[in-house]
């Protein structure tokens, strides 16, 4: 069965801190997995897509590793902010399909 | 600002009735995506359009039904409204790559709560 699990599901760092968000599929076949930021009650905005070759990619302080062998995907987050409070999702798309899979994400505080 | 639209914002309603949810895509995406998000639940995937036509389905429920028109603004119908439909309707949408995955931009929601 196609799944995406995501861990922790809630996790509080001070501001300034460094953290690690995990995300494992079973998703298959494999396309890409794609991490999205959710603030409270607003749509979710892409923050990196990678495909099977790709290992890293970053955008800004968000730093997203893959381990397409494992089936394992990290998202990193460097000297958090207030303002990286939110929800993070793992999504992954089913290849040669219209679907993706969604994780239930990781709800992130960052305290002052 | 994702450029997807969607209205109303909010919408209150009874058990039993239907209600419409529409969305207007960016300009020049073909691709409409809805889903649903349950109050602490993950995102849902409901069905996807791609310039007028059916392309998926995920978790819809027959109550529920949804089309893309001309114009490719889409619109969600649901009817028959239970308690258990409250949740916040997200569309997005995307110029698609095939189905090697595109990037969907997220409008802001629809908030339906049934009473």
């Known amino acids: 069965k196609n799944q995406v699990e995501q861990s922790p599901q809630s996790l509080i760092i001070l501001e300034g801190k460094n953290c690690t968000l995990q995300c494992n599929y079973t998703v298959s076949p494999f396309s890409n997995l794609r991490w999205y930021k959710q603030d409270t009650g607003r749509g979710p905005v892409s923050l990196t897509i990678?495909?099977?070759?790709?290992n890293t990619k970053s955008n800004g302080r968000y730093t997203a590793t893959l381990d397409a062998d494992t089936k394992q995907s990290s998202l990193h987050i460097t000297a958090s902010q207030l303002s990286d409070s939110a929800s993070y999702i793992c999504?992954?798309?089913?290849?040669?399909?219209?679907?993706?899979?969604f994780g239930t994400g990781t709800r992130l505080k960052v305290l002052a | 600002d994702s450029g997807v639209t969607q209205t109303p914002k909010h919408l209150i309603t009874a058990t039993g009735q239907r209600v419409t949810l529409r969305c207007s895509p960016r300009s020049g995406d073909l691709s409409v995506y809805w889903y649903q998000q349950s109050l602490d639940q993950g995102l849902q995937f409901l069905i996807h359009?791609?310039?007028?036509?059916?392309?998926a389905k995920g978790n819809i429920l027959e109550r529920f039904s949804a089309q893309q028109f001309p114009d490719l603004h889409s619109e969600l119908n649901l009817s028959s409204l239970e308690l258990g439909d409250s949740a916040l309707y997200f569309c997005?949408?995307?110029?698609?790559?095939?189905?090697?995955?595109?990037?969907?931009?997220f409008g802001p929601g629809t908030r339906l709560t049934v009473l």
């Open positions: 990678m495909t099977f070759s790709e």
């Open positions: 359009y791609y310039n007028g036509e059916e392309r």
């Open positions: 997005a949408s995307s110029i698609p790559s095939g189905t090697s995955g595109d990037t969907q931009y």
């Open positions: 999504v992954v798309h089913v290849a040669g399909t219209y679907k993706y899979i």
